[in-house]
């Protein structure tokens, strides 16, 4: 009996229990520390498509504007041309 006693010490050793709970905090160090990266990396991602598409957006609305302005220059000009005509 006395050698069974001596088995289940080490359940109740706190020794064991410190060795769990640093393993655990360990692991959720590791956990969280991996976490913290992966969700830097995807709001990175998040940032640089963003700023993606809010560039070809400018692009597109600079492009129509020199459109417009090109139109209005031919349009002023024609116009001048006539007047000039009559």
Request: charged share 20%; with cysteine.
């Amino acid at each position: 009996m006395h050698a069974r006693r001596r088995q289940m010490i080490p359940l109740l050793s706190p020794w064991f229990w410190l060795v769990v709970l640093l393993g655990a905090l360990t692991l959720l160090g590791i956990g969280y520390q991996h976490g913290h990266e992966n969700g830097k990396n995807g709001c990175l991602a998040d940032q640089a498509s963003t700023l993606e598409a809010a560039i070809k957006q400018a692009q597109t609305e600079a492009i129509a504007q020199t459109r417009a302005e090109l139109q209005v220059s031919r349009e002023f000009e024609a116009t001048r041309e006539q007047v000039r005509t009559v």
